[in-house]
């Protein structure tokens, strides 16, 4: 069995076809997702899916890209986060990729939703985009890591540096890796997964975006999280039954969810 660690099946090019979306996670033993928030207005649906089905988990977060939406207080984050099936806070961090500027908003954005983690002891789900150093350092500031007594989290689609890794595990960070490491010109973010141990890795497809090889281009689908398995286990040498099981425990450690 599979986890998708990092989907948005609450968007609605994936929402409007469900039951396929269902069918086809069942039929490639993906057995849960976690649908992860980008902004609170849409939040109330990312909820009504984890509120809908059992196998589908949610947390709540305001992405770093999204710029004219309402910003959360690490009491707004808290409270929503009280529901039993949000499971994490995210997604949040840093993307000076997509946006230009004076982005502190982005980094104070950022400090609300790791003090709203070490408030609730519910984990990060952390996007960093041509920003690593300043993630770290505000990681560390704040405390978000196991190290200084907040609850870590996970580095989501993870395409930086074997140090940025490093760094992250060492403050008990999980590293998640997508579909991008099964693309031809992958070659660095191969060799960092390659070296970040297995007891620390998680799979995911950030769906509906960048849809592992074989499937590259396409609209990519939770179901698909499998080929980013199978192509770790490749890559590692590893039998395949062992990726799926040790990410699959990995996420219900991380995330405490008894399923
Ligand atoms: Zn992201
Ligand atoms: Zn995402």
Redesign the pocket.
């Known amino acids: 069995m599979y986890i998708d660690s990092?989907c948005h099946i609450d968007f609605p090019e994936l929402a409007e076809r469900m039951p396929a979306l269902l069918a086809k996670m069942a039929e490639n033993k993906v057995t849960h997702a976690l649908c992860v928030s980008v902004d609170l207005p849409d939040f109330p649906r990312v909820l009504a899916l984890a509120e809908q089905y059992p196998h589908i988990y949610a947390s709540v977060g305001v992405?770093p890209d999204y710029v004219d939406t309402p910003e959360p207080s690490v009491e707004q984050l808290v409270a929503l986060s009280g529901h039993p099936k949000i499971i994490a806070i995210g997604?949040t961090?840093l993307d000076y990729f997509r946006l230009e500027g004076d982005l502190e908003w982005q980094r104070e954005r950022f400090r609300v939703h790791i003090r709203a983690s070490r408030e609730t002891g519910k984990p990060l789900i952390i996007?960093t985009r041509s920003a690593s150093a300043d993630t770290i350092r505000i990681m560390q500031e704040e405390g978000a890591g196991t190290d200084k007594g907040g609850v870590a989290g996970v580095m989501?689609?993870f395409t930086e540096s074997l140090e940025v890794a490093e760094a992250a595990l060492d403050m008990g960070f999980y590293i998640s890796f997508s579909g991008i490491v099964t693309f031809k010109s992958a070659k660095e973010l191969q060799a960092v997964a390659k070296a970040v141990p297995l007891e620390r890795m998680l799979i995911e497809t950030?769906s509906p975006y960048l849809a592992p090889v074989p499937h590259r281009g396409k609209m990519n689908e939770p179901g698909f999280v499998c080929h980013v398995a199978e192509f770790i286990a490749n890559l590692k040498d590893l039998p395949l039954p062992q990726v799926a099981k040790q990410t699959t425990d990995n996420f219900f450690n991380l995330f405490k969810v008894v399923a």
């Open positions: 990092h992405h997604e961090g996007h989501h689609c950030d």
